[in-house]
């Protein structure tokens, strides 16, 4: 019990006479922020819960290295919440993103988009409005179209690419 005792008083009289001290190395290291006070207290603390010996000459020492673990901790923990809270931005631009698409895609019903899908096919020529008629609505291959115009298949490729060209660049300018 006469041991404690000497060792609380030993912290105590280390704490009234380097207080301020100690608080600015750890301010120095944490630019003065709100959580200066709060690490240097968590010091002594720390101190007084150890179960290490404590002597007047290695008491310095080990304020030193508690107080330079808990500023480690403090940047890691900093650091980790900064990534958190960037990540959430970034997840929150996203979901704001989808949510403005979702709200265009709910604007326009079913049979608007398509009625702006074959104004978008009006506006191309006769053979690329019948290769892409063909492609879309029935569902027919590049092969098959083809065959069936009798036309090579690098040309019916060819225009049906234009034709998508011309169909999302028309209902771009139009949805956006």
């Known amino acids: ?57 290695t008491l310095p020492c080990l304020v030193y290295t508690v107080a330079r673990n808990l500023l480690c901790d403090y940047w890691r923990h900093h650091h980790m919440v900064e990534e958190f809270e960037h990540k959430l931005r970034q997840r929150q631009m996203v979901d704001e993103d989808m949510r403005m698409r979702n709200e265009v895609e709910s604007i326009y019903s079913v049979h608007e988009i398509e009625e702006l899908l074959e104004r978008g096919i009006a506006r191309m020529a006769d053979k690329e409005q019948r290769l892409y008629r063909l492609h879309i609505y029935g569902g027919k291959k590049v092969s098959e179209i083809s065959s069936e ?28």
């Open 149 to 176: 115009l009798g036309l090579s298949y690098k040309t019916v490729e060819n225009r049906l690419g234009i034709a998508r060209k011309e169909v999302r660049g028309y209902l771009r300018r139009l949805l956006i």
């Open 1 to 57: 019990m006469q041991n404690q005792k000497s060792r609380y008083d030993i912290i105590a009289s280390y704490y009234s006479q380097h207080f301020e001290e100690v608080r600015g190395y750890v301010g120095s290291r944490l630019q003065y922020s709100e959580a200066t006070d709060d690490i240097v207290q968590t010091i002594f603390e720390r101190l007084l819960t150890m179960d290490k010996m404590v002597t007047e000459v």
